[in-house]
């Protein structure tokens, strides 16, 4: 029989993903959507506001530094998201796809140490999946994406 972790990669190999309905479901689904978005990395839009706090180098930029702490970022509910896909059963597979050198998080790091934002996702081939972001701070999710994209 295979294992979860193995069913996830051959899902998202053929454009399917998992998600729950709330963080409190007991289970998830997978979902193929008609179309998924694409970031087009070489052409990227980076406003000028977001250049020249790159510029002043305001904040770090880690890779696979803080996975669990981005994956409980991105699935912690705020005022402006009350609801979240990511549940236990998700936050587990994810975290043995980490263990396993599939899933990757990008951090954003003030410079006191605090972590601003992130994302994460899973890398099959040459493709990145990003699953989902946050922000603790203003533009750290957008920062990790943008060092993502470099």
Request: glycine share 8%; hydrophobic share 40%.
């Amino acid at each position: 029989m295979k294992h979860i972790t193995d069913m996830v990669l051959d899902a998202y190999r053929i454009g399917v993903f998992p998600m729950a309905e709330s963080a409190d479901d007991d289970s998830f689904a997978f979902y193929k959507p008609y179309m998924r978005g694409l970031i087009p990395i070489k052409d990227l839009h980076i406003s000028a506001k977001i250049l020249k706090e790159l510029r002043h180098g305001l904040y770090t930029v880690t890779i696979d530094q803080a996975f669990e702490d981005v994956i409980d970022g991105c699935a912690r509910e705020t005022p402006k998201r009350e609801k979240t896909w990511i549940n236990a059963s998700i936050r587990e597979i994810f975290m043995q796809l980490h263990a396993a050198g599939h899933a990757h998080s990008i951090e954003c790091w003030t410079q006191d140490g605090k972590l601003a934002g992130g994302l994460y996702g899973l890398a099959i081939g040459a493709v990145f999946c990003g699953e989902s972001m946050f922000s603790n701070e203003k533009d750290g999710s957008k920062i990790a994406l943008i060092h993502l994209c470099a």
